[in-house]
């Protein structure tokens, strides 16, 4: 089992930045890809970027060039550096992680409880 907690939410103006960030603790053998989500109010989760074990990272459009994401193998962590915030990123930020319990099982998908991040005009 895999716990993910998140944290860095906040409240910002138009234009600011933020970074979250989402530790994994628990008994597993190998974290493998990790992202990001995030949930606006009436709108179905959708992806922002997720990172793989070796550290490519994939960005949807309207991340690229205003957030990185970002991971310590070492530390089971990874982060989300988000900068010139608009309002329309106003969410709740998931983050999310494949886990294998073992070496030679599938990966498993874990979910944090999320963080709200909330930006103002």
């Known amino acids: 089992q895999v716990q993910l907690v998140e944290s860095g939410g906040d409240k910002v103006q138009s234009g600011g930045s933020l970074r979250l960030s989402c530790a994994a603790s628990?008994?597993?053998?190998?974290?493998?890809?990790m992202a990001w989500y995030r949930q606006a109010p009436g709108n179905q989760r959708e992806l922002v970027a997720s990172i793989t074990r070796d550290g490519i990272a994939y960005y949807e459009d309207f991340a690229k060039g205003r957030f990185t994401i970002a991971r310590d193998n070492a530390r089971n962590t990874v982060t989300l550096e988000m900068n010139s915030l608009v309002p329309g990123d106003t969410a709740i930020y998931y983050c999310?992680?494949?886990?294998?319990?073992?070496?030679?099982?599938?990966?498993?998908?874990?979910w944090g409880q999320g963080t709200q991040v909330t930006v103002s005009s």
């Open positions: 628990g008994s597993f053998f190998r974290i493998n890809s």
């Open positions: 999310n992680a494949a886990a294998q319990r073992s070496e030679y099982v599938t990966s498993v998908v874990y």
